[in-house]
Nanobody
Framework: QVQLVESGGGLVQAGGSLRLSCVASSRTFSSYIMGWFRQAPGAECEFVAAISRGGGSTDYADSVKGRFTISRDNAKNTSFLQMNSLKPEDTAVYYC???????????????????WGQGTQVTVSS
């Protein structure tokens, strides 16, 4: 069983930045597509960003494009989400997820991910 552990969340003012990290327990981390999702209070979980196994392809939700950057370091079994120009509407619990199977470079669909972290809270004050 693969474990994913997020860190880096916190409270930040609007316009500020945070960098989330997701460390995987698996030695086959480089074989997983990685994604980030978020869930605000009373809202459904939504896709934020995804990255291909080698890191060469990325995908972003329109709401974060140009502000957030997803990356990965396969040597350290870690995925990152750099969040800049944060807005109050970015407030949510952020989850990283890993997808083991499939030939696609990345995915926006929650059911296609096999492993999930416990989440880290991001709160942006106005």
């Amino acid at each position: 069983q693969v474990q994913l552990v997020e860190s880096g969340g916190g409270l930040v003012q609007a316009g500020g930045s945070l960098r989330l990290s997701c460390v995987a327990s698996s030695r086959t981390f480089s074989s997983y597509i990685m994604g980030w999702f978020r869930q605000a209070p009373g809202a459904e979980c939504e896709f934020v960003a995804a990255i291909s196994r080698g890191g060469g392809s990325t995908d972003y939700a329109d709401s974060v494009k140009g502000r957030f950057t997803i990356s990965r370091d396969n040597a350290k079994n870690t995925s990152f989400l750099q969040m800049n120009s944060l807005k109050p509407e970015d407030t949510a619990v952020y989850y990283c997820a890993g997808r083991r199977s499939g030939s696609a470079s990345y995915s926006r669909l929650e059911p296609q991910y096999d492993y999930w972290g416990q989440g880290t809270q991001v709160t942006v004050s106005s």
